[in-house]
């Protein structure tokens, strides 16, 4: 009798799900707590354990962001945002390869990941604050979205597909025209 009025419309989040700005909002807060709790750990060992925590969960982060909502909200979004949320990931992974090059070791190992977690604090900020409202009012579909990035997640997890941490620093990244 209604043909036109659908349950099953994809963009319409079902419970449990997330929208994709849902998703990296609760992402970004299991990082802010790993930042937390390295800044609180009294112990080498312990410290090393968090960081190595932190990374995954940034690398997951990261490719989430740039394989999925990245591309699906940069011609939707304004310039300047997305080249900058480029360039802050790009710091946070050359950071994060000189991090794990130290493994938990190193004169400058807390200070290094220090900065990291001060950089990646801001980028989340900026997104939170600038990208997620403009992806909001985009049209993109976020519930699709977040279905995607889900499943993506959920294959990084699980080791099927990386983590890779794979910015587009030298192949793919937009270049100036």
């Avoid at 690398?59 to 997305?82: G, H, S, T, W």
């Avoid at 994060?96 to 900065?115: P, Q, R, S």
């Avoid at 604090?121 to 990035?149: T, Y």
Wanted: proline content about 3%; charged content about 35%; hydrophobic content about 40%.
């Amino acid at each position: 009798m209604f043909d036109w009025f659908s349950l099953n419309d994809s963009s319409i989040a079902t419970p449990g799900e997330l929208e994709a700005t849902e998703l990296l909002r609760s992402d970004h807060d299991s990082i802010k707590e790993l930042f937390d709790r390295f800044k609180k750990a009294a112990d080498r060992r312990a410290k090393a354990k968090i960081a190595r925590e932190a990374i995954v969960e940034l690398k997951i982060n990261a490719v989430l962001e740039e394989e999925i909502f990245y591309p699906a909200v940069r011609q939707r979004v304004a310039k300047d945002v997305m080249n900058e949320a480029d360039e802050e990931h790009h710091v946070a992974q050359v950071l994060i390869a000189e991090l794990e090059k130290m493994d938990g070791h190193g004169d400058h190992f807390d200070a290094k990941f220090n900065v990291l977690a001060e950089n990646v604090r801001r980028h989340i900020k900026a997104e939170e604050c600038e990208l997620f409202p403009r992806a909001q009012n985009s049209g993109v579909d976020l519930v699709k979205l977040g279905r995607r990035m889900q499943h993506r997640k959920e294959l990084l997890l699980a080791g099927e597909s990386g983590p890779k941490f794979h910015h587009r620093a030298a192949s793919s990244r937009p270049q100036k025209s």
